[in-house]
Protein backbone atom coordinates (compact mmCIF):
# COMPACT_ATOMS: atom_id res chain seq x y z
CA UNK A 1 0.00 0.00 0.00
CA UNK A 2 1.57 3.52 -0.66
CA UNK A 3 0.35 6.27 1.18
CA UNK A 4 0.26 10.25 0.70
CA UNK A 5 0.11 13.27 3.46
CA UNK A 6 -0.03 16.79 3.42
CA UNK A 7 -0.86 19.23 6.82
CA UNK A 8 -1.06 22.29 7.11
CA UNK A 9 -1.48 25.28 9.45
CA UNK A 10 -4.70 28.02 9.25
CA UNK A 11 -5.15 31.04 11.51
CA UNK A 12 -8.76 30.39 11.97
CA UNK A 13 -10.90 28.80 14.28
CA UNK A 14 -10.99 24.48 13.57
CA UNK A 15 -14.73 25.31 13.63
CA UNK A 16 -14.37 28.36 11.02
CA UNK A 17 -12.13 25.77 8.89
CA UNK A 18 -14.91 22.86 9.16
CA UNK A 19 -17.80 24.96 8.18
CA UNK A 20 -16.09 25.55 4.64
CA UNK A 21 -14.83 22.16 3.88
CA UNK A 22 -16.88 19.53 6.46
CA UNK A 23 -19.71 19.74 3.74
CA UNK A 24 -18.95 16.21 1.76
CA UNK A 25 -20.23 18.09 -1.38
CA UNK A 26 -18.07 21.23 -0.52
CA UNK A 27 -15.02 20.82 -2.53
CA UNK A 28 -15.71 22.93 -5.46
CA UNK A 29 -16.23 26.03 -2.79
CA UNK A 30 -12.03 25.63 -1.70
CA UNK A 31 -10.70 23.56 -4.52
CA UNK A 32 -9.91 25.28 -7.46
CA UNK A 33 -9.27 21.76 -8.82
CA UNK A 34 -13.10 20.47 -8.52
CA UNK A 35 -15.47 22.62 -11.27
CA UNK A 36 -18.74 21.08 -9.93
CA UNK A 37 -20.18 18.77 -7.65
CA UNK A 38 -23.53 16.57 -7.83
CA UNK A 39 -24.37 14.81 -4.86
CA UNK A 40 -26.26 11.24 -5.36
CA UNK A 41 -27.47 8.78 -2.88
CA UNK A 42 -28.94 11.32 0.02
CA UNK A 43 -25.40 13.15 -0.45
CA UNK A 44 -23.28 9.55 0.09
CA UNK A 45 -21.66 9.90 -3.16
CA UNK A 46 -20.19 12.96 -5.31
CA UNK A 47 -19.80 13.02 -9.07
CA UNK A 48 -17.11 15.65 -9.37
CA UNK A 49 -16.10 17.35 -12.42
CA UNK A 50 -12.75 18.48 -12.51
CA UNK A 51 -11.55 22.24 -13.77
CA UNK A 52 -10.00 19.82 -17.16
CA UNK A 53 -13.41 17.86 -17.79
CA UNK A 54 -12.09 14.61 -15.70
CA UNK A 55 -14.91 12.85 -14.09
CA UNK A 56 -14.27 11.46 -10.29
CA UNK A 57 -16.88 9.72 -8.31
CA UNK A 58 -16.39 9.21 -4.50
CA UNK A 59 -18.39 7.42 -1.47
CA UNK A 60 -18.54 8.73 1.87
CA UNK A 61 -17.53 5.85 4.15
CA UNK A 62 -17.08 7.71 7.57
CA UNK A 63 -18.35 11.34 8.68
CA UNK A 64 -17.66 12.73 12.22
CA UNK A 65 -18.69 16.19 12.49
CA UNK A 66 -18.19 16.77 16.35
CA UNK A 67 -14.55 14.72 15.35
CA UNK A 68 -14.36 17.30 12.16
CA UNK A 69 -13.38 14.59 9.87
CA UNK A 70 -14.30 12.22 7.06
CA UNK A 71 -13.44 9.46 4.89
CA UNK A 72 -14.21 8.19 1.19
CA UNK A 73 -13.19 5.87 -1.26
CA UNK A 74 -12.67 6.88 -5.00
CA UNK A 75 -15.31 4.82 -7.47
CA UNK A 76 -14.45 5.89 -10.78
CA UNK A 77 -11.57 8.16 -11.56
CA UNK A 78 -8.45 8.66 -14.15
CA UNK A 79 -5.91 8.48 -11.38
CA UNK A 80 -3.62 5.36 -11.55
CA UNK A 81 -5.25 3.65 -7.68
CA UNK A 82 -7.20 1.54 -6.71
CA UNK A 83 -8.13 0.47 -2.96
CA UNK A 84 -8.04 4.08 -2.29
CA UNK A 85 -9.21 5.80 1.51
CA UNK A 86 -8.61 9.09 2.04
CA UNK A 87 -9.22 11.27 5.27
CA UNK A 88 -9.87 14.88 5.68
CA UNK A 89 -9.17 16.07 9.18
CA UNK A 90 -9.59 19.57 10.92
CA UNK A 91 -8.21 20.06 14.60
CA UNK A 92 -8.09 22.48 17.37
CA UNK A 93 -4.29 23.91 17.55
CA UNK A 94 -5.95 26.49 20.00
CA UNK A 95 -9.12 28.93 19.65
CA UNK A 96 -7.32 30.50 16.50
CA UNK A 97 -5.42 27.98 14.96
CA UNK A 98 -6.45 24.85 13.42
CA UNK A 99 -4.57 21.95 11.45
CA UNK A 100 -5.93 20.51 8.21
CA UNK A 101 -4.60 16.84 7.52
CA UNK A 102 -5.90 15.21 3.77
CA UNK A 103 -4.07 11.92 3.46
CA UNK A 104 -4.58 8.80 1.75
CA UNK A 105 -3.88 4.70 1.72
CA UNK A 106 -4.22 3.17 -1.96
CA UNK A 107 -2.83 0.77 -4.35
CA UNK A 108 -0.71 1.60 -7.37
CA UNK A 109 -2.28 0.53 -10.73
CA UNK A 110 0.09 -1.94 -12.42
CA UNK A 111 2.88 0.07 -14.25
CA UNK A 112 2.80 3.17 -12.00
CA UNK A 113 5.29 3.39 -9.28
CA UNK A 114 4.52 3.29 -5.10
CA UNK A 115 6.57 6.72 -5.52
CA UNK A 116 4.55 8.32 -9.02
CA UNK A 117 1.11 7.50 -7.12
CA UNK A 118 2.13 9.07 -3.86
CA UNK A 119 4.10 12.22 -5.40
CA UNK A 120 0.53 12.89 -7.29
CA UNK A 121 -1.80 12.76 -4.30
CA UNK A 122 1.13 14.53 -2.57
CA UNK A 123 0.56 17.57 -5.20
CA UNK A 124 -2.95 17.36 -4.84
CA UNK A 125 -3.28 17.52 -1.38
CA UNK A 126 -0.62 20.02 -0.90
CA UNK A 127 -2.35 22.57 -3.38
CA UNK A 128 -5.24 22.20 -2.35
CA UNK A 129 -4.41 22.92 1.31
CA UNK A 130 -2.82 25.91 0.30
CA UNK A 131 -6.17 27.04 -1.67
CA UNK A 132 -8.00 26.23 0.99
CA UNK A 133 -5.72 28.20 3.61
CA UNK A 134 -6.09 31.01 1.09
CA UNK A 135 -9.49 31.32 1.60
CA UNK A 136 -8.55 32.23 5.63
CA UNK A 137 -6.75 35.67 4.37
CA UNK A 138 -4.52 37.35 7.99
Excluded at 49 to 66: K, S, Y
Aim: net charge negative; no cysteine.
Amino acid sequence: MATASSVIEIPVSADQVWQLVGGFNSLPDWLPLIAKSEPSEGGRVRHLQTADGGVVVERLQTFDNVARTYSYTIVQSPFPVSAYLATLQVEALSDASAKVTWSSVFTPAAGTTDAAAEELFNGVYSGGLEALRANFPD
